[in-house]
């Protein structure tokens, strides 16, 4: 957990400027999500962003624990989000380590992060996870209409994943030449940024 | 080396009509490429599709041997490319071998296919690979205005990068419910196609 107020951090100012002036575009809260297979080859996929967790630099993700994601972070808990904003034409590399709030993790007050996460999902976001089991065989259409899920408390396959950024690198592709910057997070927990060659 | 003509592949064709379907957008050509770093955490960067190699489903990317990318695919030849694109709302999940193409690989015809992409770069793509090294500390400004690099013949750190592919996640987003299906190959390089759920 990170004790310190987020926007403190400069790479949380740049990463709330691209994000405001990539609002109209639906696809500017879809970043990739890198993580670790257990052969130890690497997976990747487009996850969208569901804000940070409460005062923390925490990125909240939502996934469903029959994916192979939820496997994939219990065995290897890190994972690199690259987010690359079509608008402001700037990227953020994102490494962190990633945390699963399942149902049975025992901390209460990310159970309520959970379950604040799932009230905040549209309807169809939350049918999702009573839709058949992903990656399996396609079930008949009409498994794809089940009655809607409760939409205050979640089912118990759905998981809120945390990812708790330890370094951060932006690339501005407009610049002359690019900028870049690299943020680090220290073993006190604050920030050291350089500017970096792109 | 896929020896099959590409087009053959279900994957092959989808993916020429998202790219068609998209063209309009540069970000279109854009995706996200996963690996793993030695540590065995996963690294995740925007890259640029520069086409496939002749008739085999091998992706052309480029990268500079002075990049960390680099040392990540000798250490881990594995990556796995996500390929969002925004227009028609599907994603490609593109898992393959990596092929590294620098200065001194063997192959006579690799180098040729070295030579020939670095002839079809914009000369301002062309000119990064003579500015300073990139992830140092930021140089001198007049640093990034070098003598522009041989348009012919490629310096020694560039590289041609190939991703081989050997499972493709097509998901469209667009259906009711959404669409999704796996391509595998298997080990007599035929490909087999499933439709399974989102």
Known sequence: MNP?????????SSLARAIHHNRKEAHGR??????????????????VFRGF????????????ARNQKYQQIL????????WYFTVTR??????????????????????????????ELSDNARLQFV???????RAN???????????????ANFCLLLLDPVQVDHLELRGEPQNRWLYERDEDLTWTTISVNP
């Open 90 to 119: 700037e990227q953020f590399r994102i490494e962190g380590e990633l945390t699963v709030i399942d149902v049975n993790h025992p901390d209460d007050k990310l159970q309520l992060a959970r379950n604040s996460t799932w009230r």
């Open 30 to 47: 879809y970043f990739q999500l890198a993580t670790v297979k257990p052969d130890g080859r690497p997976a990747n996929r487009t996850v």
């Open 131 to 137: 839709w058949p089991h992903p990656g399996e065989n």
């Open 53 to 64: 967790l409460d005062d923390t630099n925490q990125l909240k993700i939502i996934t469903d």
């Open 141 to 155: 259409p009409e498994e794809f209409s089940p009655p809607p899920p409760d939409a205050v408390n979640p089912p």
């Open 75 to 82: 065995h290897q808990p890190w994972g690199e989000a690259c």
């Open 4 to 12: 310190e107020p987020g926007l403190q951090c400069n790479w949380r």
